[in-house]
């Protein structure tokens, strides 16, 4: 089904344009996953300046992976399929020991919210900054596959298929890993209701 | 409607109806059911709250100097490998197909001196002793080589005397 996916991905034409040396294709490519890659990174290790590293990685493992490309799955599965391992590899690999430090010290990586046209109240953003580290905090807690599918499926919109092409796992196991790490955010979470 | 959750599969209709992600026909059908099932109610409700808080929950945008950076990195990567094959270049465009024969070459004469040596196994002590030397042997095998010695000496004298 993926394969068949794959003959329409207009993404997997791009790469094999960029194997053929199209160098303008790649540049199409970066354009529209650099965010959605960097953003699902941050929320998987919860670092920017670490994310924004690993999103370097994932692309220019993709770069050079373009004489061997076959586009045999979506695109995108292959895409997050490389973050979701450099991700894993990097929490495993103890920078996430600095994740906790980061969870209370990096909030100068939020954005800048635009609430209607006034400016929050001092109140307001310290509601929100404690709301948001709670998130973050039962977001980080969740185990590592939990967090990627939970990422995947909430902020990249993916079908249940797609989060398991790019897992390596069943559909019904992404069901799974999803409804128990729902469970637990909803045990943390649903009192912000 | 068969309550979603009596099976995780079936409770997938509830987390992406939290998440508004199902069909408006589904969704109608799981409404209703709503109406009548307390717990798939609160469950609901639970996971629309949580899909607001993580809909609370906005990443930072991306450095601008991103594409820049990554651009960079692959100029280098290029770089290196372009400074790597600086040398071999003239020599693998003008004789690329004698070079990559002669790598072909090496590379099957590698796999073969990596193939183990074969170990003779240890004899039983009865071969051993049909296969010992006899001194008739020893005395052929020294006959052999004088006669080997001598003709080489006669080969040598025939070649110097052509030379003159």
Known sequence: ?193 | MKCPMETRESAGFLLAYGAGKLDAETTALLERHMGVCQACREFAGHQRAVSAALDAWEAPPVSADFDRRLYQRIEKEVSWWDLLTRPFRPMLVRQGLPVAAAACIMVMAGALLQRPATVEPAAPAESAQLESVQPEQVEHALDAMQMLSDFSHQVRAAANESEM
């Open chain 1, 1 to 193: 089904m993926e394969g068949a996916a794959a003959a329409l991905d207009y993404d997997a034409e791009l790469m094999l344009r960029v194997q053929q040396g199209d160098g303008a294709s790649f540049g199409v490519l970066l354009g529209k996953h650099r965010s959605s890659v960097v953003h699902f990174l941050y929320r998987m290790v919860q670092n920017h300046a670490v994310a924004e590293e690993l999103a370097q990685e994932v692309f220019l493992r993709v770069y050079r992976s373009r004489s061997t490309y076959e586009p045999t799955a979506k695109f995108t599965t292959w895409l997050f399929r490389i973050a979701t391992h450099l991700a894993l590899n990097s929490l495993r690999d103890g920078k996430n020991e600095r994740l906790q430090e980061h969870l209370d010290d990096d909030t100068g990586d939020l954005p800048v919210r635009q609430v209607s046209d006034r400016r929050p109240s001092v109140e307001q953003t310290m509601v929100y900054e404690v709301k948001l580290a709670e998130i973050r905090q039962a977001v980080a807690a969740l185990p590592e596959k939990q967090r990627a599918a939970v990422l995947m499926h909430k902020y990249e919109e993916m079908e249940y298929t797609q989060i398991a092409g790019v897992l390596s796992c069943s559909e019904s196991a992404v069901k799974s890993l999803l409804f128990r790490a729902y469970e637990t955010l909803r045990k943390r979470l649903a009192h912000m209701a």
